[in-house]
T-cell receptor
Framework: NAGVTQTPKFQVLKTGQSMTLQCAQD?????MSWYRQDPGMGLRLIHY???????DQGEVPNGYNVSRSTTEDFPLRLLSAAPSQTSVYFC??????????????FGPGTRLTVL | GNSVTQMEGPVTLSEEAFLTINCTYT??????LFWYVQYPGEGLQLLLK?????DKGSNKGFEATYRKETTSFHLEKGSVQVSDSAVYFC??????????FGGGTRLMVKP
């Protein structure tokens, strides 16, 4: 099992550019999520999905879009990058039992810099 | 709403010292509580968890007890090693799909 994989590892964008952060998992987990990690603020939830075709907003969704067409993949799209989106982004997945997520497994992260 | 508060770091200890990292939470109901660890350059991985009051989670010599009366889940280890140097995150899941994280505590262990 590869677990949770993320690409790219590093990315530099200019303000206004768009890009997609990729996330895939091979554990057949129903639940997938995106977090951003900023110094001193822990991790904050951006968007999450409880299954293919179902997504919902987390704590800080503005400026980000997601979709979930398959169980395995959960890409995060930045439509028009802003310097405030400079951060480290983590994807996570877990089993979902009766709407309750179990232990979450995290990918290695994508470090994004927006100039 | 839900919130998690951790002691600010960095915490610097000598090898074989005793470690405590404080974590308190605010939540309604009966959340599950977690400690995650992040080693340099890596993603987070689960260290231990507890799902109900008075449960003790343990792993790799680390322990934490779910104390509902004090809304706390302090992380302890009797003898730290240099390899324990990392950032530790306390988190809760309140019967839903979202993990709420504390700000993280950096631990540095010197030989």
């Amino acid at each position: 099992n590869a677990g949770v994989t993320q690409t790219p590892k590093f990315q530099v964008l200019k303000t206004g550019q768009s890009m997609t952060l990729q996330c895939a998992q091979d554990m057949n987990h129903e639940y997938m999520s995106w977090y951003r990690q900023d110094p001193g603020m822990g991790l904050r939830l951006i968007h999450y999905s409880v299954g293919a075709g179902i997504t919902d907003q987390g704590e800080v969704p503005n400026g980000y879009n997601v979709s979930r067409s398959t169980t395995e993949d959960f890409p995060l799209r930045l439509l028009s990058a802003a310097p405030s989106q400079t951060s480290v982004y983590f994807c996570a997945s877990s089993y979902s039992i009766a709407g309750f997520t179990d232990t979450q497994y995290f990918g290695p992260g994508t470090r994004l810099t927006v100039l | 709403g839900n919130s998690v508060t951790q002691m600010e770091g960095p915490v610097t200890l000598s090898e074989e010292a005793f470690l405590t990292i404080n974590c308190t939470y605010t939540a309604t109901g009966y959340p599950s509580l977690f400690w995650y660890v992040q080693y340099p350059g890596e993603g987070l991985q689960l260290l231990l968890k507890a799902t109900k009051a008075d449960d003790k989670g343990s792993n790799k010599g680390f322990e934490a007890t779910y104390r509902k009366e004090t809304t706390s889940f302090h992380l302890e280890k009797g003898s730290v090693q240099v390899s324990d140097s990392a950032v530790y995150f306390c988190a809760l899941n309140n019967a839903g799909n979202m993990l709420t994280f504390g700000g993280g505590t950096r631990l540095m262990v010197k030989p």
